[in-house]
């Protein structure tokens, strides 16, 4: 009420006046006008409005006036304005993250997916979106992992790990750790946020480890099975067990060349007696 009679600019202030002279002479040549935006207010701050003003016409249709409809939203679009930059702030830590990240909605199917994840999966933000991203897991491992996660959505029973790998489309195979976490909200389970580590490189220094020691082993076998045998053929079948067990292989032979030129088996496991009578 103690607005009644006053001009707006003596109302609302210079400042906010000056903001939404605009819209004044819109309204006042008779088009109807609604917005929102922030305005500045005489006590001070901000207020966030959306705001419509409708012309008053007399009897002849002409615009005398017009009427104002203000909502304040404020508190609605500070919430908003804070989730966006949340959302900004969760994506670029996410981009600068060395590992691959991803985010799921409550039913486990993929929303996002940053860069590191792309180049470890070899699948685009959009290709992963949805269920798309089980397409990447290699086919020997794809059931398993669907499953495993759809049973934690199902259940909302916390973490996700998984080892598995993911089939580029170019043929080449990435070894992964994967872990994630439910996102809790107001309204309880929203989904999952993970991790994916990118382990091919460990795994295959591991396997080079392992197969260096297997050799090592081996050589340690033979040796000492030489080292015990009395006679020649015993040297030759010891070092046959040796080589089976360092190429884990089930059949094999060792055949020397006699004066002749000549291919002679001096043991062998496996073989048909017609193969190597066909070979020598």
């Known amino acids: 009420e103690t607005g009644i009679g006053r001009h707006v600019q003596e109302v609302l202030g210079a400042e906010t006046y000056q903001a939404i002279l605009p819209y004044v002479h819109r309204v006042l040549q008779g088009e109807e006008v609604s917005y929102e935006q922030w305005l500045p207010y005489r006590d001070g701050g901000r207020r966030f409005v959306s705001a419509s003003y409708v ?6 249709g002409e615009v005398v006036g017009f ?3 203000v909502t ?8 908003e304005e804070s989730l966006q930059r949340s959302e900004s ?4 830590m996410a981009e600068a993250s060395p590992l691959g990240v991803f985010l799921t909605d409550v039913d486990g199917d993929c929303t996002y997916t940053n860069r ?14 949805g269920e798309g991203w089980a397409e990447a897991i290699h086919p020997e491992d794809r059931a398993r992992v669907a499953e495993a996660l759809q049973r934690c959505v199902r259940e909302r029973s916390g973490e996700f790990y998984s080892f598995h790998r993911f089939l580029r489309p170019d043929g080449s195979v990435s070894w992964t750790s994967v872990r994630s976490a439910p996102i ?16 091919t490189e460990f795994r295959r220094t591991e396997q080079e480890l392992r197969r260096r020691i297997e050799q ?17 053929e015993e040297i030759y079948d010891e070092a046959l067990e040796g080589l089976l067990s360092a190429l884990k292989a089930d059949r094999a032979s060792i ?26």
């Open 55 to 60: 012309p008053h016409r007399n009897g002849q």
């Open 67 to 69: 009427y104002i409809l």
């Open 72 to 79: 304040d939203l404020s508190a609605r679009r500070m919430a």
């Open 89 to 92: 702030l969760f994506r670029a």
């Open 116 to 129: 590191v994840y792309q180049d470890v999966s070899g699948l685009t933000e959009d290709q992963a979106r």
């Open 184 to 199: 809790r909200g107001l309204g309880g389970f929203e989904g999952y946020v993970g991790t994916v580590d990118d382990i």
């Open 216 to 232: 090592v082993q081996t050589a340690y076998r033979m040796t000492e099975a030489v080292s015990r045998a009395g006679a020649l």
């Open 255 to 280: 055949l020397l060349l006699d004066p002749d030129g000549g291919m002679r088996f001096k043991a062998w496991r496996g073989l048909s007696e017609a193969y190597r009578l066909a070979v020598e």
